[in-house]
DNA sequence: GATGAATGAGGTTTCATTCAT
DNA sequence: CATGAATGAAACCTCATTCAT
């Protein structure tokens, strides 16, 4: 059977519900975990909603990425855009990045934690989810041309890939790590780290 | 029904045998993917024997996760013996141990991602994990602590714990990102950033 | 809900139009797995059309099977006037009615496989399917009474009962039956096997 | 999930039973009007049992159709052994075969029918059935030939091909055609039919 | 002890029909 | 009216676990 495309806006807030509850469930009890019926009752729906709107349980995941993507990058492109790089010193670049990095995953945290994992079990999350890294990484690249002169790195592609994944996944340990350790702490080593391998001299 | 505590080495074989069919299950297809029977007739046993050796589903699950992060242990330990830190400066040294690590991971690469995804599932795998992650920082604290005259970094504590989880992270996307960028120039990147931060003076 | 009788043309045109996207539906898949839906929007209409026009999935069925009865009979009918038995020696003329009936079977064939299929389901296609054999028949009877001093049978009755059935079967083999024979020579063979039943002296 | 291939004899009668069940339950109620739940109920047995030994709803009618092609094809070929053809005209030997396919297809008449018209809709059955009908068709060729002498017919091979499915349709209509006319009377005038079509000289 | 058959709860999915807008 | 969204019963199928032989 076809998935109902809503025409009205009835239909269009239901889907955007299912969605939604599916989002949330996922983040809470992870994908396998949950199962329709649940996410459709979450959504106030019976089960035969769920799958007007949605081919079957794995749709609504990709469905659900494709949300969470979409948020993540508007929400990051937001936070950047609240940076004047000319007047910071590398340092407090570094550190606004990373802060604006954690705030914009902080939207649903567990279910980029769930995510994170199915990415290598479903070909198609990995297309999705790399498209934006992707993008993201190209944005870093960009960036970092601009200050080749103040930096130390020479090869800016391969360097923004880098920089790019050890801050996602350094995101990832303070959202989803244990709070053992002191989180400020933290991330200042962290953007220590960063900075003495991107500043010229220290 | 008793869990059977293999004695005889037949027992012992067929219980070994029975883990390993888990853990290759596990890898390719996933904890909730694999089934009891699979895992039993991969190991070219009946179901019955399946719960003869363990408790229920779980149980293998837990017990392979043991399985790994002792082989992963006792593989990290074998190659980090044969490094002479004495003769080597910090980058050599760095590059050894990334090295090694990628190594003692690719036995069985795709298991490890299958529990990184289950820790969020399960207390108990997390707890573990934990444990052989704390091992593994208190040895670089340990390392970091003997060389630190040489080193930049301070609080060897937080140094260690940020340091272990970027490599760990690193060989995380090495083996599984896709290969679109050199590995080699990505590996040469990465100590390059970790040096950096280590060294006293470039 | 009513059924509503269509006044207008443009009723009258989507009352049609849903009768034959069900025909087509219904040869195509067979009627167990057709759905509403989609008979509604082979006809260009939403689902609740469909309702306004038939009472329910059944009804259409009853609809398809009567149209399709009348389709066949008036096309039997059509090709029948246009022979004329009186110049016409046996043979010939059973060459005649056999050709006519594939050629007014070829309309919908697979329509007319799915009612055979259905008539064991449901006593009122059966009923239906029956009226139009009695009613064939009795024009075969007709027409055996009048040729009554040229042929060897008696008992019209069950002789045109007999033909009636077999030449449909026959028309059923070879528009189902798979091509490995001659398709021709078949039909010559059948016609010869009716023509020496029929045929005073051979 | 693989099906269950019996090794022990419990086993063995379990997946009979279902076999019987679902036999029974298609010629009473039709195939798409049987549920698996009611196969297996049918067979005193849960769904679960069902679905180790059939793979799905479909599998069990393939089994079914096998079943019941092998029960006709002994059934035939143990009344064809039977009839002494030497001492037989060729009108009471057709008798003998028409009765005697009478009596082998009134084993599960129900089911036949039922089958019969879900040959068009599955490749699988056609190809099952059609082999069954090769077997009797070249059965049919062969003493055809031994009778050259004395029948009229000169191409055996698609005379044989005609006669086999017409008598099959013809059981067919004795069998579930309703009785409005003289069982008797009918199967006669067939008789006479085939034997105007077979016979040198009437 | 070893085997493989049995169990049935629980998950996924479909769709005829109704009904609100 | 016309539309398409909602409903939920009922079908399909899976599998961890137990248990009889």
Do not use: W
Request: overall charge positive; aromatic content about 10%.
């Amino acid at each position: 059977m076809k998935v109902r495309i809503p025409k009205r806006q009835k239909g269009i807030n239901t889907k955007q519900r299912i969605l939604e509850s599916a989002i949330r469930m996922f983040a809470q009890k992870g994908f396998y975990k949950t199962n329709t019926k649940e996410i459709a009752s979450g959504a106030g729906v019976p089960v035969g909603s769920f799958y007007a709107y949605f081919k079957n349980k794995k749709d609504v995941l990709y469905a659900s990425v494709d949300y969470y993507n979409t948020l993540i990058a508007s929400n990051i492109i937001n936070f950047q855009d609240t940076i004047n790089y000319e007047n910071l010193d590398i340092r407090s670049m570094l550190k606004q990045i990373v802060n604006n990095a954690i705030k914009a995953h902080q939207v649903l945290p567990d279910f980029h934690n769930e995510i994170t994992f199915l990415i290598n079990t479903d070909p198609k999350i990995k297309t999705n989810m790399e498209k934006s890294i992707q993008y993201a990484t190209k944005k870093t690249e960009e960036t970092l041309n601009k200050m080749k002169d103040s930096i130390r790195v020479k090869n800016t592609r391969i360097s923004s890939v880098l920089i790019n994944r050890t801050v996602e996944d350094f995101i990832h340990f303070i959202i989803y790590g244990k709070p053992e350790y002191d989180r400020n702490l933290l991330i200042d080593e962290f953007i220590d780290m960063l900075s003495c391998y991107l500043s010229k001299s220290q």
